[in-house]
């Protein structure tokens, strides 16, 4: 079994930073290659890939968030993260980590303010 957890959103206006973490905990697979990655729902509109990792290791951005997020994990730690420079109001939403296509934490609140 996977659990995730995420932790580090809140209210910040825009041109402010903020770094979510994921924690994973799982006592089978390692993060190291595991398929994972952010999402975000904002209200009234589906849920989409943020920036993710693929099985082999790359990276991968919604053009929406290139050069301003930055998507990372700390195997040691059990944990990824992501960091997201220069928020528009249009990041407004919840963010979810995701692993393995069906593992899925509870969301963290991002609001950005005009």
């Known amino acids: 079994q996977v659990q995730l957890v995420e932790s580090g959103g809140g209210l910040v206006q825009a041109g402010g930073s903020l770094r979510l973490s994921c924690i994973v905990s799982?006592?089978?697979?390692?993060?190291?290659?595991?398929?994972m990655g952010w999402y975000r729902q904002a209200p009234g509109k589906q849920r989409e890939l943020v920036a993710g990792?693929?099985?082999?290791?790359?990276?991968n951005y919604a053009d929406s968030v290139k050069g301003r997020f930055t998507i990372s994990r700390d195997n040691a730690k059990n944990t990824m993260y992501l960091q997201m420079y220069g928020l528009k109001p249009e990041d407004t939403g919840v963010y979810y980590c995701?692993?393995?296509?069906?593992?899925w934490g509870q969301g963290t609140q991002v609001t950005v303010s005009s």
């Open positions: 995701r692993a393995m296509t069906v593992y």
């Open positions: 990792f693929t099985i082999g290791g790359s990276t």
């Open positions: 799982t006592r089978i697979f390692s993060i190291n290659r595991m398929d």
